[in-house]
């Protein structure tokens, strides 16, 4: 699947044509998507295990605040942005 943005699309047809009017028909009546929201999650505590080893997480998305406690998935459960940092 490729995005593209629609209302980019509907300004290179002429209304005035009978093709353009319905190549803005079409256009317009395709479904949307919300688009995919980027974040990171940031680090709130970390512990370690008395061997250098990181074994609690403790960690908030940048984009809803949720947090979470265990090790960070790659899409936030709460709002679903996708943690591979922003865009
Ligand atoms: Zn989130």
């Not at 995005?3 to 009546?29: H, R, S, Y």
Request: one cysteine or more; hydrophobic letters at 30%; glycine letters at 10%.
């Amino acid at each position: 699947m490729r995005l593209i943005d629609a209302d980019a699309i509907v300004k290179c047809f002429d209304p005035n044509t009978w093709q353009g009017e319905m190549m803005i028909a079409i256009v317009n009546g395709l479904s949307t998507i919300d688009p995919v929201k980027h974040g990171e999650w940031t680090t709130l505590q970390q512990a370690c295990n008395g061997y250098g080893v990181m074994y609690y997480y403790h960690k908030e998305c940048e984009v809803s605040g949720s947090e979470i406690h265990k090790r960070p998935f790659p899409y936030c459960p709460n709002c679903g942005a996708k943690m591979e940092g922003k865009s």
